[in-house]
């Protein structure tokens, strides 16, 4: 019979040759990864200056005009701040303060140590349904001392007002010394940023 009756053989040792092909696999895929994580990585720089986070807001991308947005009073109380992609400075701790495409609640009395409610509603709620939201903080003046937090997806309760839903990400924070707090929030293409006073425990102080 001709050779090319019977298949053709690897001459090398039977798990040689998918040994090499299982290798270079596992090299293209170690090195999608890396490159993965350092795209993921500079896109999560935590900011440390007001001027650093509105720096990332000028090239954070956004939603289209078509896409829905929600209410951001829906029967509750009136919210403070603005639509700019500028850090809000929450001094008189309002109800509500809103910086770019968010409006957080619950920024009042914040204290070291101590867990605190804080409500984050997007302004494209319904299209972040399944989108995680990124909670970065540095407190000024301190680079060291950073928190990360992410919140896997919005829950979503009609509105005090009864006429539509209010999508929103719970969370708790727990601010770990006093002082000045840089917070940027961050889903899909939604971004806020907040300046957060965070005062000492009664009688103590924390601050380094």
């Not at 596992?26 to 440390?48: D, K, P, T």
């Not at 992609?85 to 619950?106: I, T």
Request: glycine share 10%; with cysteine; aromatic share 6%.
């Amino acid at each position: 019979m001709s050779g090319g009756d019977h298949p053709v053989h690897d001459s090398r040792p039977l798990g040689e040759g998918g040994e090499e092909m299982r290798m270079q696999r596992f090299s293209l895929a170690v090195a999608s990864l890396l490159l993965v994580a350092s795209q993921v990585a500079h896109g999560q720089v935590i900011a440390s200056t007001i001027g650093e986070a509105e720096s990332e807001a000028a090239h954070f991308p956004t939603f289209a005009e078509s896409v829905a947005v929600q209410s951001f009073n829906g029967g509750y109380a009136p919210v403070h701040g603005n639509a700019d992609r500028r850090c809000s400075q929450v001094v008189a701790a309002p109800a509500s303060a809103r910086s770019g495409e968010f409006v957080a609640r619950g920024l009042q009395n914040l204290e070291v140590g101590k867990e605190h409610k804080i409500l984050w509603l997007p302004l494209h709620g319904r299209a972040l349904a399944e989108t995680p939201m990124l909670l970065r903080a540095d407190r000024i003046g301190h680079p060291a001392d950073s928190l990360r937090i992410t919140e896997p997806r919005p829950a979503h309760t009609p509105g005090r007002d009864r006429t539509a839903w209010m999508y929103g990400y719970p969370s708790l924070v727990a601010f770990p010394d006093a002082g000045q707090w840089l917070v940027v929030a961050t889903a899909g293409s939604d971004w806020g940023c907040y300046v957060l006073d965070v005062a000492p425990v009664q009688g103590h102080n924390h601050s380094r």
